[in-house]
């Protein structure tokens, strides 16, 4: 097999040395003109195609981003990679896709990637409590880390996060609009912020208006703990008429659970479900639910990478509004 022309064999044929003719092709230094041709005919007659990974090595950069995440087969952050591919590809970048599975060691080894400059900068999202502070202390000893979805407290970086408490509050109201006044939460795991803001905007807005949180349920953003969670709500709180869920995923396992037991959502029991990112409106009756706009969260956290990348150490902490989507699977009750 006939090996490729390497840098060394351009050099030669334009009778250069071969640190200029790497300098010219990374376009950090300006030749004559007839100096330049030379090069390009080299490269033409020897068809020698640059070693991408070498080039950007050289400048002291890979133009290649990294995108961490818990599960790239929840829709959630499979639409979250998808925008963020969208907008690294307008930029010229490349994206490294590492999926976690949600375990720290993981997370500490992305991190440790960048620190080692196999990316330029990283996106990074978790869905679990940073409990001994080691994922903190290692975002804050790395420059270019932007934070989204999920916080991790004690970290000095740009963060992207929707309204959580705006959304809930927004689910509440729309539960005693139509009547519900003994409503149950169910949640990710309690030591969260996105689990914690849901629950604290709800149970304020309902708490408010007088009404009765009859129950709060706090586990895991699965649909696994969906199904537990439905079963435990009906033995728990049979009096309950709503149940506002913290996630999709947890909707899934629950519309599974009351299926199961054959019960109807929007006329035995209401639901309101946070994020919308999944198929709600093809459930029978279409859920109701809180959209937070996951593109908007890709696009707001890469725009904040690429200003870190550039040297601007601000450390914004950015809420971007969600809104109602109202569907049927919430009864009127008046």
């Not at 004559?32 to 020698?48: G, K, M, V």
């Not at 000893?141 to 809930?168: H, L, Y």
């Amino acid at each position: 097999m006939t090996k490729p022309p390497s840098l060394q064999d351009v050099a030669r044929a334009a009778k250069l040395s071969p640190a200029t003719v790497s300098r010219y092709l990374n376009g950090s230094l300006s030749l004559p003109q007839e100096t330049s041709n030379r090069i390009d005919a080299a490269i033409a007659a020897l068809n020698y195609r640059p070693n991408p990974h070498a080039r950007s090595l050289s400048r002291g950069r890979s133009d290649t981003i990294g995108l961490v995440v818990p599960d790239v087969a929840n829709p959630f952050f499979a639409k979250l990679a998808a925008a963020v591919e969208h907008h690294a590809g307008q930029a010229g970048l490349g994206l490294m896709l590492c999926t976690s599975v949600n375990r720290q060691s993981r997370e500490l080894d992305y991190i440790e990637r960048l620190r080692r400059n196999h990316v330029d900068g990283l996106l990074f999202t978790t869905n679990h409590q940073d409990e001994n502070q080691a994922l903190a202390r290692a975002i804050n000893a790395s420059r270019n880390i932007v934070v989204m979805d999920e916080d991790v407290e004690g970290t000095d970086v740009p963060k992207v996060f929707s309204d959580n408490i705006q959304g809930a509050q927004l689910a509440a109201r729309h539960f005693l609009e139509a009547g519900h006044s003994n409503v149950v939460y169910v949640g990710g795991p309690r030591n969260i912020m996105t689990s914690r803001e849901r629950a604290q905007g709800f149970t304020q807005a309902i708490e408010a208006a007088g009404a009765t949180l009859a129950g709060e349920l706090l586990g895991h953003y699965t649909a696994a703990y969906g199904r537990q969670a439905m079963a435990e709500i009906l033995e728990r709180f049979p009096d309950a008429t709503a149940i506002f869920v913290g996630s999709d995923e947890i909707t899934y396992g629950m519309v599974e659970e009351a299926k199961t037991l054959g019960l109807r959502l929007g006329e035995d029991i209401s639901i309101i479900t946070f994020d919308d990112v999944g198929p709600m409106a093809l459930f029978d009756p279409p859920v109701t639910a809180i959209r937070q706009s996951v593109e908007e969260i890709g696009r707001v956290g890469f725009e904040l990478l690429l200003k870190r990348m550039e040297g601007d150490m601000s450390a914004p902490r950015i809420r971007l509004p969600v809104k109602l989507m109202e569907r049927g699977s919430v009864k009127r009750r008046r």
